[in-house]
C-alpha cells in the first residue's frame, strides 16, 4: 500500500471494494495492528499505535478473519468466545455471562458445546464474530465475510452485521459483492494498486463509471438493471429494494395515466 489516507467514524458501516490485489485484506490488517506500517502512522483512539500498544488496538478494534479457522483455538464454541477473556483476566463467572451474551447477539448460543472445527462456515463466522464482540470493541473489522457462504447463510451473517451496526458499532468489511455492499454500507471506499482511489455513499460510488473503470469493477446489479431499462439517470437505485420500489411508483404512474381521461378526449356538453 502507499498514500493511503483512510479514517473510521463511529456508528458507520465502510465498505472496502476492488480486485484481487487491490490491498484490501491489507488496509484491513493494519487496522487493528496486526501489521504496522513502515512510514506514517496508525491512530486508533487517538492513539498513536506502535509495536510497543498494539494491545490497545486489538482491544478497540476486533478483527475477524476471512478463514474462520485460524482464530477457533479452544474445543467447544464457549471455551472459544471466553479465550480472549481469559487472556484479559476477566474473572470467570463474568467472563462466561459475557460469552453467553455474545454468542445470543450473533444467534449462536446454542452452538456453545460444540466443537468449532465441526461447524458450518456459516457457523465459524458467527462464532468468530462472537469472540470478537466479547471484547466490546468501538470498531468491528470483517474480510471479506460473506466469502464460502450460500444465500441462507450470507443472509444470516449479513443480518448480524446490520444488528452489531445498530448497537452503535462501527463496521469495516471488504467484499466482493457489490449487491451486498449497497445494503449494508453508509460509505463505500474503493480500492486500486494498494491505494484508496475513491470513497462515498453507495449512490455516489456506483453510478461514477470513471472511477469503478478505474478499479475494474462493475456496477451493482440494480444499477445495471436500471440503466439498461433507461432509470438510473435521476432516480439512480442502488439496491434491489430501491429498483422494486421504482418500478412499483412508475407502474403506478402508467396506470393512473391510462385510467385518467386527458383534456383532448374530454366531451364538451
Known amino acids: 500500500m502507499h498514500d493511503v489516507d483512510f479514517s473510521v467514524y463511529p456508528n458507520e458501516v465502510v465498505a472496502l471494494v476492488g480486485g484481487n490485489g487491490a490491498g484490501k485484506s491489507t488496509l484491513l490488517e493494519h487496522l487493528n495492528a496486526t501489521l504496522i506500517p513502515d512510514d506514517g502512522e496508525l491512530v486508533v483512539d ?18 475477524v478473519f476471512q478463514d474462520a479457522d485460524t482464530q477457533l483455538v479452544a474445543p467447544t464454541v464457549l ?4 479465550f480472549g477473556l481469559q487472556n484479559y483476566g476477566v474473572p470467570g463467572d463474568e467472563a462466561r455471562k459475557r460469552a453467553r451474551e455474545a454468542l445470543t447477539t450473533v444467534d449462536a448460543n446454542h452452538l456453545e458445546d460444540r466443537i468449532p472445527h465441526y461447524l458450518s462456515g456459516g457457523e465459524k463466522r458467527l462464532v468468530g464474530l462472537a469472540g470478537v464482540l466479547v471484547l466490546e470493541p468501538s470498531v468491528v473489522v470483517l474480510d471479506e ?5 450460500d444465500p441462507e447463510r450470507s443472509q444470516l451473517v449479513a443480518d448480524r452485521i446490520q444488528q452489531i451496526h445498530d448497537n452503535g458499532i462501527s463496521v469495516v468489511l471488504s467484499t466482493h459483492d457489490l449487491d451486498f455492499a449497497t445494503t449494508v454500507a453508509d460509505r463505500v471506499c474503493v480500492m486500486a494498486d494498494g491505494n484508496v482511489v475513491g470513497s462515498g455513499t453507495p449512490r455516489e460510488v456506483f ?4 472511477l469503478l473503470a478505474e478499479a475494474n469493477l462493475h456496477p451493482p446489479s ?3 438493471v436500471a440503466r439498461d431499462a433507461g432509470l438510473g439517470a435521476t432516480a439512480q437505485p442502488v439496491t434491489e429494494a430501491d429498483l422494486v420500489s421504482l418500478l412499483d411508483q412508475q407502474t403506478d404512474e402508467s396506470e393512473l395515466d391510462r385510467i385518467a381521461p386527458s383534456d383532448s378526449t374530454s366531451s364538451n356538453t
Open 79 to 82: 471455551d472459544d468466545v471466553l
Open 46 to 63: 487517538d492513539t498513536p499505535i506502535t509495536d510497543d500498544n498494539k494491545a490497545h488496538a486489538r482491544k478497540e478494534v476486533g478483527f
Open 222 to 224: 440494480a444499477v445495471r
Open 207 to 210: 453510478y461514477d463509471d470513471a
Open 145 to 149: 465475510p460473506l466469502a464460502g457462504l
